[in-house]
């Protein structure tokens, strides 16, 4: 009896033990998912079309990795939950917004992989063409610094203003030179953008608000002219912590994303909107 009772004990004490663990990094917390022996990964995105990462946790599955999302309103709002430690990766932004969230806000976060390149485009439901802008038209923008220089440079490739070469690819409203039209721009949340259009003349839509909002590539007035390529400041990247870069479930990740059967997924569901970037 004794015996058996110091047994008991012993087991008990075990369980508690085990049951005040904490998981490693980049592992689950839960229960569920740390029984099942995966280790889960967060990754914080912006917009609800993320279908490609579907085809990713299906690569991932023979090592026991699962990405969870873990979606975001506002563009503002990853980077601060990655730099913090909330989440363990994020994939929402191109390469010249987090070098501006950097900048700015001294975050301590790089550069893991490249995803895939967003053509910018300009949306209407009043002109076809970008010719067809008249005198005072007003254009939606999206508010954040680098998408907002992204549509000037756009609108100049288009002949329609001109910008002070000086800004580089980040130029603002001051930037602008000659603007021939006197075109108004409208400042709202990346997010906002296509909800105007019905009060504006058009509105520059981003690749993954243009699918959340129906938006087919097609039906643009005018599109952004891009190469994929490593100098590129607009393709899209998997962030994470500096420190983590070498983190091997996180490489293993970014290698499923990076994979053939990923980039045939991502041009499959999104017809163009999104481009492999990678290659």
Known sequence: MKKSKILALALALVLSLSACGTAAPGTSSSGDANTDGITEVTVGVVGSNNEQWDTVNEILAKD??????????????????????????????????????????????????????????LYSNYITDIQELKDGDKIAVPSDPTNEGRCFKILESAGVLEVDPAAGYIPEIKDITSNPLNLEFVEVEAANTASLLPDVTAAFVNG?????????????????????????????????RTEDLNNEIYQKVLAAYQSEESAQAILDIYQGAYIPAWN
């Open 64 to 121: 026991k990795i699962h990405v969870k999302l873990v979606e975001f309103s506002e563009y503002k709002l990853p980077n601060a939950a990655l730099d913090s430690g909330e989440i363990d990766l994020n994939a929402f932004q191109h390469k010249a917004y987090l070098e501006k969230e950097i900048a700015d806000l001294g975050y301590d976060i790089s550069i893991l992989g490249d995803t895939v390149l967003a053509p910018l485009s």
């Open 208 to 240: 993954a608000h243009a699918v959340d909002n129906g938006l087919k590539l097609e039906e643009a007035v005018y599109t952004e002219q891009v190469e994929a390529g490593s100098d590129n400041p607009y393709i899209n990247i998997i962030a994470c």
